[in-house]
């Protein structure tokens, strides 16, 4: 921390006569903090100056699990990569890290949610099995496994609300008893 803190000052000083060498994040697309409507094709950071082109960044979605982006492209001051797979709907963080003009490492991380209409219905043939309805008239091995699948997917929503639904009925049902049989 205390290094980080040197490196500042000493940044600052030695480029006090060029306000704008010292980098940081101009914008992005996504914008920090934003809920996305729509599926993400590409991610894009501007930075106050030109930043080397070791410069990276990842994307994670809210379980820590990194998110495949490809090409990640550096010129000049702005940073961009495509997301490879369309997302599921959830919270995501991109994670950046640069070295700025000036030779000080930075990073830092972007939050945004995506609430994206899925399509589940007419799409192309993907790689990913699209089976969220039937396993349910099917044999206890193909449930285990969807739900397995499921979890990541925004659909374990769903699934957790049934089951609330369920303990909250049992609940009351044991509230109810209890209550009437003290009478
Ligand atoms: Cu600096």
């Given at each position: 921390?205390?290094?980080?803190?040197?490196?500042?000052?000493?940044?600052?000083?030695?480029?006090?006569?060029?306000?704008?060498?010292?980098?940081?994040?101009?914008?992005?697309?996504?914008?920090?903090?934003?809920?996305?409507?729509?599926?993400?094709?590409?991610?894009?950071?501007?930075?106050?100056?030109?930043?080397?082109?070791?410069?990276s960044f990842t994307v994670t979605n809210s379980s820590g699990e990194s998110v495949e982006v490809s090409g990640i492209l550096v010129e000049e001051n702005v940073m961009s990569g495509s997301m490879g797979d369309s997302l599921d709907n959830g919270s995501y963080k991109i994670n950046w890290k640069i070295i700025g003009a000036d030779g000080h490492p930075m990073e830092g991380v972007i939050d945004f949610v995506l609430e994206a209409p899925q399509e589940v219905e007419d799409v192309e043939p993907t790689s990913e099995p699209i089976e969220e309805v039937e396993p349910i008239a099917s044999n206890t091995e193909e449930i285990e496994t969807s739900v397995e699948e499921e979890e990541e997917k925004s659909s374990s929503n769903s699934i957790i609300g049934i089951i609330i639904a369920l303990v909250v009925i049992l609940a009351l049902a044991v509230w109810w008893m209890t209550r009437r049989n003290k009478k």
């Open positions: 921390m205390k290094k980080i803190v040197w490196l500042t000052i000493a940044c600052v000083l030695l480029f006090s006569n060029q306000a704008l060498a010292h980098t940081g994040l101009e914008s992005s697309n996504p914008t920090q903090g934003s809920t996305l409507t729509e599926q993400l094709s590409e991610i894009t950071l501007t930075f106050l100056t030109k930043i080397e082109e070791t410069s």
